[in-house]
């Protein structure tokens, strides 16, 4: 059924500061990593992404982390400009379980003038 | 541009009705799978396929039924829609082991 996502993390962030998201996932055999961000009415749109062999990856003002010691990764976002305003999901993949990605909880980035 | 389309963006039906949300995608993907999603949750795999007659049930149990007769589309259907199953439902497709391409969903109430 529907609920309000009133449980949904939110980080508020000055435009031109930098913003990190973070995020744990649970399975240690997990292989592939991505982050997504999803704007209100549209469906979840790809950003980065890092493979397990790697611990960090960058791409236009976006750098993820990975540290499988603690099963913990980050999106770290430059310069956060208010087209960044958005919710954005971490999901991991298991290519060994089928290529099914599962999804973490998402975080609101509200970016303020 | 995404090159996954999923119809009706929008769809409010009475209880008891039998529907079907449409995703075609262009990119010739061999994976396709349903995403359920209410505003601002994490998104739960319901349904997911890896080719033509292949068809699977994900982690999230539902009541919808899908098809795959086509390597292109993917529909899912509802056979009697209930309050219950108003949500967000998002198609994808993936190739190989690369991330997934979202369509922009269809948002389903069920009054």
């Known amino acids: 059924g529907e609920s309000v996502g009133l449980h949904l993390p939110t980080l508020s962030v000055q435009e031109g500061d930098n913003s990190i998201i973070n995020c744990a996932y649970s399975?240690?055999?997990?292989?592939?990593f991505i982050w997504y961000k999803q704007e209100s009415g549209k469906g979840p749109q790809f950003i980065i992404d890092?493979?397990?062999?790697?611990d960090k990856r960058q791409g236009q003002r976006v750098t993820v982390l990975l540290n499988k010691t603690v099963k913990h990764l980050s999106l770290q976002i430059a310069a956060t400009q208010p087209g960044d305003s958005a919710v954005y999901f971490c999901?991991?993949?298991?290519?060994?379980?089928?290529?099914?990605?599962?999804f973490g909880g998402g975080t609101r980035v509200l970016v303020k003038p | 541009e995404a090159d996954i389309y999923q119809t009706p963006r929008y769809l409010v039906i009475g209880t008891g009705k039998k529907i079907t949300l449409e995703c075609s995608q262009t990119?010739?993907?061999?994976?396709m799978y349903w995403y359920q999603q209410d505003p601002g949750m994490e998104l739960h795999l319901i349904h997911y396929?890896?080719?033509?007659?292949?068809?699977e049930k994900g982690d999230l149990s539902s009541e919808s039924t899908v098809s795959r007769i086509r390597t292109e589309h993917f529909p899912l259907t509802l056979e009697s829609a209930r309050p219950s199953h108003t949500s967000q439902y998002l198609c994808?497709?993936?190739?190989?082991?690369?991330?997934?391409?979202f369509g922009s969903g269809t948002r389903l109430t069920v009054v």
């Open positions: 399975n240690s055999a997990s292989d592939y």
């Open positions: 999901a991991e993949n298991i290519a060994a379980a089928g290529n099914k990605l599962t």
């Open positions: 396929s890896y080719g033509v007659n292949s068809t």
């Open positions: 890092i493979r397990s062999n790697m």
């Open positions: 990119m010739g993907h061999d994976k």
């Open positions: 994808a497709s993936m190739n190989r082991g690369d991330g997934y391409t």
